[in-house]
């Protein structure tokens, strides 16, 4: 079974779980405090994926570690995981709760792309636009792509909105090469 399937499954138990306690942001949270946690301390990480590592050890490591900072559904979760074996899926676990919170909140996941720093009015106006063309709320991510050359790329979900010089260069780009082959 590929691992992001596993990783689907686990999130949607532990997203029904936190359903039913009214606690999914706060599991957000918390997986997203301990992925990070992960990602950012080399010694952690390693000690998680050495081979040798037993299970007892490593949920004691959890347990010290986050047991004061994340909701006891979360630890419980991992401590499952780990049990199972599985701890190495957590941040596909992770991955795949924020998209069911994302779906269940009707929120949609956007990247802007700009040229150039954007000031919080040009970003709201962004996802207000946004918002009002999808119907649903915007969790944005904001980048600075100085490759756009002036103007503004926002991708969600299957969808492309390029502003950009460079979006508007290629558009002319892909017209004069299917106007000269269908010339020929």
Known sequence: MSEMRVAKRYAKALFNTAQAQTIVPAVSEDLALVTEAIRNNQGFREFLTKPQTESADK?????????????????????????????????????????????????????????????????????????????????????????????????????VLDGSIRGQLNRMREALVYDLLKQA
């Open 59 to 159: 949920v004691t490591i959890f347990e010290r570690s986050f047991g004061d900072k994340i909701n006891v559904t979360t630890l419980t979760f991992i401590k499952l995981l780990i049990k199972k074996g599985r701890d190495e899926e957590l941040t596909g676990v992770k991955l795949a709760y924020d998209e069911l919170r994302r779906q269940s909140e009707r929120v949609v996941k956007a990247t802007v792309e700009s040229s150039a720093e954007l000031d919080q009015k040009q970003r709201d106006a962004i996802v207000a636009k946004i918002e009002k063309e999808t119907g649903n709320k915007l969790e944005s991510e904001f980048i600075v792509n100085p490759d756009l050359i002036m103007g503004v790329k926002v991708t969600y979900g299957d969808y």
